[in-house]
């Protein structure tokens, strides 16, 4: 079955601790990107790629990275998290840029106190 | 910078009303535009998406947009809904050519059956 997956699906952490939010398809995609998703706001974009080891900025990336060292992989990293960073976190694929179909993971939710 | 506009945040229909859910974008080159669903508990998925051609859209379960150009408006409509259509809408574009896709705050439906 073509997915997103995404783990975990859920993490209460602290503040300072380094965490890893792992995002992986089986669609031989080109292009991933991870959002946040915040009340009000709707999907805002952290980071995308547009192939191994090419990755760009989003919208909002202060505070995270990401590496992609696989196609079918794309870690969203946080190396010091804080409480602004509590959020939804989805990650996406497509074939590639502009009008391609993202496909969307089932997001993971992470709370930092 | 690109943004995109959804007027309504909450939305409440009853059964077989009409829906229209605006959509504004600011963004003077060419764009692909696209509406996905979030339903309770799942995924984003796409509903349907415009790119060129014919400036209305159909995509799944008897949704339709219409892209006017001179508006910079992608707004959705179901001629009649069902209570199976509660969920999050959200309007999403992205440069023609380009990776970055700027989402919409979303629109939260609620069908009365």
């Known amino acids: 079955e073509a997915q997103v997956t995404q783990n975990p699906r859920y993490l209460i952490t602290v503040t300072g601790k380094k965490l890893t939010v792992t995002c992986s398809q089986n669609?031989?995609?080109?292009?991933m990107s991870w959002y946040r998703q915040d009340p009000g706001l709707g999907l805002r974009q952290i980071y995308y790629?547009?192939?191994?080891?090419?990755?760009d900025k989003g919208d909002v990336p202060e505070g995270y990275k990401v590496s992609r060292k696989e196609k079918r992989n794309f870690p969203l990293i946080l190396e010091s998290p804080s409480p602004n960073q509590t959020s939804l976190y989805f990650c996406a694929s497509s074939l590639g840029q502009g009008l391609a179909e993202q496909y969307f993971g089932p997001g993971t939710r992470l709370t930092v106190t | 910078a690109q943004s995109v506009s959804q007027h309504n945040h909450h939305v409440i229909l009853s059964e077989a009303a009409s829906l229209e859910l605006g959509c504004n974008y600011s963004?003077?080159?060419?764009?692909?535009l696209f509406w996905y669903v979030q339903y309770p508990g799942q995924h984003l998925q796409l509903l349907l998406k415009y790119f060129s051609g014919d400036p209305l859209v159909k995509g799944i379960k008897g949704f339709e947009a219409e892209f006017i150009k001179s508006k910079f408006s992608f707004n959705l409509r179901k001629p009649s809904v069902q209570w199976s259509d509660t969920a999050e809408y959200f309007c999403?574009?992205?440069?023609?050519?380009?990776?970055?896709?700027?989402f919409g705050a979303g629109t939260r439906l609620f069908v009365k059956a």
């Open positions: 669609m031989n995609h080109e292009y």
């Open positions: 963004y003077g080159g060419t764009v692909n």
């Open positions: 999403a574009v992205n440069e023609a050519g380009g990776f970055k896709t700027i």
């Open positions: 790629s547009m192939n191994v080891e090419v990755t």
